[in-house]
């Protein structure tokens, strides 16, 4: 793939008593993609490692994902590993662990501490007094978090990860681990999100996925999945793939080169700048609902725009409805043109009606040709807007497409801008001290 039009690598963090093989019938559905489960202190082939803190927990995945150097990775969080996974998400926002470009968390034990029922928390504490979970235990724990039963072979591997838990890490969650409050030092993250529950989950079902985890994610979409319970990735593996796989395009269709999140995150960058640059940052909604235009001129912008500029995944069409939502723009239009909502919607009508209705399905040279039309102003047709105005919208169009895109950070690692980096929040700006031609500083990422 190009520079700044990529697709992320997964890394998929399980559940309490589950592994990295909690994900198999997951990662079967997501052959396109680099998937890199991993286990958690204290299960699975971890089994033996020591650190079952949450932050311990957090510091080992942290450095497992460092090691892997990949440009741009998302996490994936079922249950236990949501938590980590959120704080992760927190890390790489404060500019201490860079290319997180998503997060899908599902189950997902909270920031804050997880709800859970205490005399059931305590009968699980039981279960390890005398060692690892035992067969009859282990299975107790999976019937009790599945919707109906699972195929012979699931089942037993997901009662075998159980048995094979570090009964230290298992209390360790239980006993502090799940009680654990960084909602606080969490705060509100702009990384895209989907929250997914099962909607037979009890303790970390909707109504506490909505009120513990969406409030952490200014960018959440929060998914139900039928038939399930607690354990998703045994139960709807299909379901579960499929909105990873939608998260995972959506977010790295207009991906930001690790060089550039290295640089963002930087001195030379101020938190304002950086704010703002994160917030453009975020990854289109793939099911955007148009507020200001309808589903049919949305598609007729979309195919507009297309021949206009190089989106490299992003939604520019999405986009200009948004600002338009908002009454935000460039602060002027031409005297000829009706306000901007009200031109946008006669512009697009008047595309279809140019085009016998359907301005999105024509190939692309015969959109070309009626551009090209329209900014000649050359037909007679009655349309909503007259051929002047029409040349006129044009051009209001392609200025909003361009600003919005050279906007985007990924378009600006494109065209190796990087002017946003000349200082920081201290006294001192950094500032350029080569400034010829072809020069480039050691801070700059190459082109």
């Not at 039309?373 to 361009?402: C, G, Y």
């Not at 990924?410 to 950094?430: C, E, L, N, P, S």
């Amino acid at each position: 793939m190009g520079r700044g039009v990529m697709r992320p690598t997964l890394f998929f963090l399980h559940a309490l008593g589950g592994s990295a093989r909690s994900w198999d019938a997951v990662i079967a559905q997501l052959g396109a993609f680099d998937c890199r489960p991993l286990d958690l202190n204290g299960f699975g082939d971890a089994s033996d490692a020591t650190g079952f803190t949450v932050e311990e927990m957090a510091d080992t995945i942290a450095e497992q994902i460092r090691a892997e150097n990949a440009d741009r990775w998302m996490l994936v969080g079922h249950s236990m590993g949501g938590k980590i996974a959120t704080i992760l998400a927190q890390r790489s926002e404060a500019g201490r662990l860079s290319g997180l470009a998503g997060v899908v968390l599902m189950a997902a034990s909270p920031p804050s501490p997880e709800p859970i029922d205490d005399e059931r928390r305590t009968t699980m504490i039981d279960w390890v007094k005398q060692g690892p979970v035992g067969i009859e235990d282990a299975r107790d724990f999976v019937d009790q978090n599945i919707a109906a039963p699972l195929p012979p072979a699931v089942y037993d591997a997901a009662v075998a990860d159980v048995q094979r838990a570090n009964p230290q890490a298992w209390r360790a969650w239980l006993e502090q681990g799940y009680r654990e409050d960084w909602s606080d030092q969490v705060g509100t993250l702009n990384t895209p999100a989907v929250i997914i529950a099962g909607a037979e989950d009890g303790d970390l079902g909707e109504a506490n996925q909505r009120k513990l985890n969406v409030p952490h994610y200014t960018h959440a979409r929060f998914q139900s999945i039928a038939g399930a319970a607690h354990l998703l990735p045994f139960e709807q593996p299909d379901s579960v793939a499929h909105l990873i796989r939608d998260h995972a395009h959506a977010v790295g269709a207009a991906s930001i080169p690790a060089d550039y999140e290295r640089l963002i995150a930087s001195d030379r960058v101020s938190a304002r700048t950086r704010a703002t640059l994160a917030e453009r940052a975020i990854a289109d909604d793939p099911d955007y609902q148009p507020k200001i235009v309808s589903a049919k001129q949305l598609e007729t912008l979309r195919a507009l725009v297309d021949r206009v500029i190089p989106q490299h995944g992003i939604d520019l069409a999405a986009r200009i409805d948004t600002q338009l939502a908002g009454g935000e723009g460039d602060g002027w239009r031409f005297a000829a043109l009706p306000v901007d909502a009200d031109a946008y919607r006669a512009g697009l009508d008047t595309l279809d009606t140019l085009a016998n209705g359907a301005f999105a399905k024509l190939p692309g040279e015969d959109r070309d040709a009626l551009l090209h039309t329209i900014e000649a102003a050359d037909w007679s047709a009655k349309t909503p807007l007259t051929p002047e105005q029409m040349t006129l919208w044009f051009e209001d169009v392609r200025a909003d497409a361009v600003r919005l895109w050279l906007a985007h950070p990924a378009t600006m690692a494109r065209v190796g801008y990087d002017g946003f980096a000349i200082g920081g929040d201290g006294v001192r700006k950094q500032g350029y001290a080569l400034t010829a031609a072809d020069e480039r500083e050691g801070w700059e990422p190459a082109r």
